[in-house]
């Protein structure tokens, strides 16, 4: 048998692998309970903004306008800014994950996520991520998100690695499914101790 390829780069989303997602559909139920827009309305007006704020266009500061404030609130756009940011949350096992294989195995941890500019940058101050990360291709870094196959091969180019020495890691299965068509190897993160066992075949293990 063969020796098989090392792996160089790995490649974790941020939204459901390393952190919670910033701004999901429960995140947006908890800010319609704690400030009182219309629910269903908001949520229309998220998903007509959804695509172009991921990619900065708009910018942040402009969607709160567009999902909350197209009518007088009794809140401020500055509270409800912040309680957008007080989203995030850390998986603390996972970004332990990271560090450990990127130690153990010389790895870049190249980050591919859909993220508007702000959001990204406040989450990667938040939690340090530029500690272990070496690049991040955010969707409002560089105007185009998942599921775009281009995304991927950007990721490949800034890491200059070859897509079979590199593992994706997603929460979602039609985003695995484009790595692959790519020749990346992949994972589809359920929970951390079925993706450690993936990560082992690939030969991503930690010492005991």
Partial sequence: MGKATAMTCVSPDTGGVLLTDGWDHHARQRAATDFKPDSA?????????????????????????????????????????????????PYPEMTGLAVQRKVRHRLKIVVVGNEGRE?????????KLAGFV????????????????????????????????AVCIEITPRLVQIAEGLGIRSVLHTDYGSTCGKLASFGLEVAG
Avoid: W
Avoid at 50 to 66: I, S, W
Avoid at 119 to 127: C, D, E, V, Y
């Fill in 119 to 127: 959001l990204n940058a406040h989450r990667i101050g938040k939690f």
């Fill in 134 to 165: 070496d690049a991040f291709i955010s969707s409002g870094f560089v105007r185009f998100r998942k599921p775009d196959v281009e995304i991927f091969r950007l990721a490949l180019d800034i890491a200059q690695a070859p897509a079979l020495q």
């Fill in 41 to 89: 309305e908001m949520e229309d007006r998220h998903h007509l903004t959804f695509d172009t704020r991921e990619e900065e266009k708009p910018a942040l500061e402009e969607c709160p306008g567009r999902v909350a404030f197209y009518q007088k609130r009794p809140f401020t756009r500055a509270q409800f800014r912040r309680f957008m940011f007080a989203q995030s949350k």
